[in-house]
């Protein structure tokens, strides 16, 4: 850690080197967009560029960022490459990342930025000059939020056997109980460190990629930033929350979950692969049975107490017998 705490403290010069991660998945028109809102932050920084990965969208997408990135004379910052599998989240943005820290010139910063985002002014600034400024940080990420400016949860701390039980009871005094192991508290307002950050907007000082890898590819989608974060930390490096950048979230338009809403349909497969292979990766099969049998507890006590008290039913469908199906007692690791 030494070694790269002392090279983390040289990139503190005001010119270091940032490269904006883009995936699209079948979302052109708000990857145009959140270009669009790059633009004038690119030319704000010294060094700034962006890499547009396609994961393989087959619906035209390809072609029309390409084209749109000609056309605004986005070319001198911006480049664009089509990937030729939807291999998920930790694949496609593992491309252009790969591709960057094989460079003679690796870039001292990488932020993963969703293709549905907006970033307000100054959001790329403040998070380089924080980094510049913390040589202990490893990862930060944005404040999120509406487009009305409304503040989204995107600094949590890292699951637990007390926040499973939780997720699933939905009970306020145990809520109250457990306060210490919730894994969303209030939205920060200050800049503060934290366990995990939203992959919606997460810059990675390179240092990281070189002690603990690229994301694992292993997750298609969801859970993958958390499990980062975590590498991150056992190899002795900070994450912080720094709300002085902002950036717009239209949470849901690529993956169709939106956590902050009633969900219509069941959740998608890869959903519950990730969380099970979160935890069997990281504490084992114990802890994961545990988890799963908590949670699970939790969620049928809510069940019942919701029709008990008449409340409305904002379940995905099927949760439960989707859940216990995908748990680590019929799936195992």
Not at 88 to 115: C, K, M, T, V
Not at 134 to 157: V, Y
Not at 196 to 204: E, R
Not at 300 to 324: A, E, G, H, Y
């Amino acid at each position: 850690m030494s070694e790269t705490m002392s090279d983390a403290n040289q990139q503190n010069t005001g010119n270091s080197s940032l490269l904006v991660v883009v995936l699209n998945y079948k979302t052109a028109s708000l990857t145009i967009d959140c270009l669009r809102s790059l633009a004038p932050e690119v030319g704000a920084l010294q060094n700034a560029r962006v890499a547009v990965a396609d994961n393989a969208s087959g619906d035209g997408s390809a072609t029309q960022i390409a084209e749109a990135i000609a056309s605004e004379g986005w070319s001198e910052w911006a480049t664009f490459t089509p990937l030729d599998r939807n291999g998920g989240y930790a694949f496609g943005n593992n491309a252009p990342i790969r591709q960057a820290l094989s460079e003679p010139n690796p870039p001292d910063y990488i932020l993963l930025l969703n293709p549905d985002t907006v970033v307000r002014p100054g959001a790329l600034t403040a998070l380089v000059e924080f980094m510049d400024s913390h040589p202990e940080a490893g990862i930060a990420g944005s404040r999120l939020e509406d487009p009305d400016g409304t503040p989204q949860q995107s600094a949590f701390r890292f699951h637990t056997l007390a926040s499973e039980f939780d997720f699933g009871c939905r009970f306020g005094p145990i809520t109250k109980l457990l306060a210490k192991w919730i894994v969303a508290p209030p939205v920060p307002q200050e800049t503060c460190q934290t366990g995990w950050v939203a992959g919606a907007s997460m810059i990675v000082r390179r240092q990281v990629f070189e002690a603990v890898g690229l994301l694992d590819e292993g997750y298609f989608m969801y859970y993958e930033e958390m499990d980062f974060c975590l590498q991150a930390t056992k190899a002795g490096w900070s994450c912080w929350y720094v709300p002085a950048s902002r950036v717009v979230h239209l949470v849901g338009q690529s993956s169709g979950v939106n956590n902050f809403k009633p969900q219509a349909k069941p959740l998608p497969q890869y959903w519950y692969d990730s969380r099970r292979r979160y935890f069997v990766k990281n504490y084992g099969w114990l802890y994961a049975a545990l988890t799963d049998l908590l949670w699970a507890s939790g969620f049928i006590s809510w069940r019942i107490r919701r029709v008990i008290q008449r409340k409305p039913d904002t379940d995905p469908p099927n949760m439960l017998s989707n859940f216990m199906s995908n748990s680590v007692f019929f799936k195992g690791i």
